[in-house]
């Protein structure tokens, strides 16, 4: 009770404080759409896709980098030691020569077989290298960099246009900034040409369809919620720019972790809290990524289960931020909320259902208090899910036919009766993988949502 009640209450707040950030941004995000006044004052960017087993996408995801809406930016593909055609690919595709160019190993990474850079766009170049996983990848691409800003992109992800121009706005309005993370939303539904998004949809799949629902009530409340009071914990590895010389700073990428990029952001706050550096990490909520969602239950479960192991893994490799005080905001309220809530939570919520229901079952609960609990968590539940999809219209519009929205209203309500438990159950046990050391597996997914290949690696009991 005390759990559902402290659960729900947090969410309402962070829900109240990302109803009055929205609408502060909305009215303050003009400037950058000036024209010729942005081109100005925006820093150069390094963009870092880490490649692995990419030959049928990396051509298309190249292309449609190289249309993006910014004044001066590279491109770093780093081939992560494939096995398939993906270099031969890149090499046919865009007329690479080999290039002997000189960099510092900043950063530890696997060694570099050879760095190319194309004929065709100077602002490209590929790193092909030992296969040391994605970390490794983005840790050698940024040892090769030339800009101060770097910002990694998933091979499979479609930026809009003008997302990177929107992503970047906080290093521009203050100099504190060292992360800043857009908004993930799902492709599955969209109409899209040349590497971009040409008509925004909403799925037909009931699956992908629920994730879109998701996606909302994470993005713009959860992390809408918590970067105002720079306590945001997860700047998404699918699209996320960052400050070199910090993450240089703080070690970079770890290699020994599923959640890098989580564990990254809560690895900053960490370091630059206990150096009482003045920083800020930031959440831009137009900015948008389209990434691939899973349409397979099967799919689903790997996923969920490797973000709850990723989440376990970051927390404790920086638990001195818990009730410390001179982490703030972090240290207060986002790293408890999380122990509490994400990280103990499927534990708590299992063990709850079930006591529930055996005591109902067992004549131990009144059927009336059953039926009142019941009833509260899925109103709450409906509640938060449709309160999102109302922020995402009255602020992005994203969906804008109304069969689309009708098909988001019922499934804001469906995904309480089954789903939300499922995904418990999937979270449950990414924390028993964390806590019992079970090896790690990255699984890939093709174009038709089936499993193509996976990378073990062995990680020692907690």
């Known amino acids: 009770m005390f759990y559902f009640i402290g659960l729900n209450c947090s969410y309402l707040l962070l829900n109240l404080v990302s109803i009055f950030n929205v609408s502060r941004y909305m009215k303050e995000k003009t400037l950058l759409d000036i024209p010729g006044v942005s081109n100005e004052i925006l820093p150069p960017v390094s963009l870092i896709v880490p490649a692995y087993e990419e030959e049928s996408t990396i051509s298309s995801a190249v292309k449609a980098l190289m249309q993006l809406e910014y004044p001066v930016f590279e491109v770093i593909v780093v081939n992560d030691g494939s096995s398939d055609g993906t270099l031969t690919e890149l090499i046919n595709g865009f007329e690479l020569e080999e290039f002997p160019e000189a960099y510092r190993k900043r950063i530890d990474a696997k060694p570099i077989n050879k760095i190319y850079r194309s004929k065709i766009y100077h602002r490209l170049r590929v790193v092909d290298k030992v296969n040391g996983g994605k970390s490794d990848a983005i840790n050698s691409a940024i040892n090769v960099s030339r800009y101060p800003l770097v910002c990694v992109v998933d091979a499979d992800s479609i930026l809009q246009r003008d997302s990177l121009k929107r992503v970047v706005q906080p290093f521009v309005f203050d100099n504190r900034t060292v992360a800043s993370g857009g908004t993930v939303r799902i492709v599955n539904g969209c109409e899209f040409r040349d590497g971009f998004i040409i008509n925004p949809g909403a799925p037909d799949k009931l699956l992908p369809l629920i994730q879109v629902v998701e996606y909302l009530r994470a993005f713009l409340f959860g992390r809408l919620g918590w970067s105002p009071l720079n306590a945001l914990l997860i ?4 699209f ?9 700073a703080v070690g970079g990428f770890r290699n020994d972790t599923i959640g890098e990029d989580m564990e990254l952001v809560v690895r900053m706050h960490r370091i630059l809290r206990k150096q ?10 137009d900015p948008v990524c389209w990434t691939k969602a899973p349409e397979k239950l099967s799919i689903l479960a790997h996923q969920r289960i490797r973000w709850q192991r990723g989440l376990c893994e970051s927390l404790f490799s920086n638990f001195s931020l818990f009730m410390n005080p001179r982490a703030g905001a972090v240290g207060l309220l986002a790293f408890p909320f999380m122990l509490f809530f994400e990280w103990a939570g499927p534990l708590i919520e299992v063990i709850g259902l079930v006591v529930i229901v055996l005591g109902f079952i067992y004549g131990y609960i009144d059927p009336a208090v059953f039926s009142l609990l019941l009833g509260v968590a899925i109103v709450f539940g409906m509640l938060l899910s449709l309160t999102a999809l ?7 519009h994203i969906y804008q036919k109304p069969r689309e929205l009708f098909k988001l209203f019922l499934v804001s309500i469906l995904e309480n009766f089954g789903y939300r438990q499922l995904n418990t159950v999937w979270r449950l046990i990414g924390f028993a993988h964390w806590l019992f050391g079970t090896k790690r597996k990255w699984v890939r997914v093709d174009a038709n949502n089936n499993v193509m290949k ?6 020692s009991p907690n």
């Open 240 to 248: 996320g720019v960052f400050h070199k010389e910090t993450v240089i």
């Open 276 to 285: 009482k550096k003045p920083y800020r990490i930031t959440f831009v909520p």
């Open 454 to 459: 996976s990378q073990d690696s062995a990680v």
């Open 390 to 396: 109302l922020l995402e219209e009255i602020s992005f």
């Open 235 to 238: 700047i998404s590895g699918a």
